[in-house]
């Protein structure tokens, strides 16, 4: 499953450096390359090395991979919409909140 596609609210300055390196999206389960220093999605990046894609992203499928504990803690209080904002839920919160399923009414 690629990043997350969520709105963030306000601005947030580094949120290109919270971006993966394949889909763009917020990641998700980040991790980091250790000789590119490239930041994925794990999903992503187990895509992308059984993939043609690694040569296109200038990464080597080989290389060694370690879980970005400190970007994972970032994006967790990214202040965030729900993604059904447009049909009207008006949820808002931490990421790490809509990750649970906070705000899901039954």
């Known amino acids: 499953m690629p990043g997350y596609d969520l709105k963030i609210i ?10 993966c390196s394949s889909c763009e999206l917020i990641l998700k389960d ?9 930041r994925f999605c794990k999903s992503c990046w187990e895509e992308s090395i059984s993939s043609l894609k690694a040569q296109k992203l200038g990464i080597d499928p080989t290389g060694s991979t370690l879980p ?6 970032e994006i967790d209080r990214l202040p965030v919409l729900c993604e059904n904002y447009e049909n009207g839920c008006d949820w808002t919160g931490k990421l790490r909140d809509h ?5 899901v009414e039954s």
Do not use: F, N
């Open 10 to 19: 306000g601005e947030y300055p580094r949120i290109e450096s919270l971006q």
């Open 30 to 38: 980040a991790i980091q390359t250790l000789e590119e220093g490239l």
């Open 68 to 73: 970005d504990k400190a970007v994972r803690r």
């Open 99 to 103: 990750e649970v399923g906070s705000h």
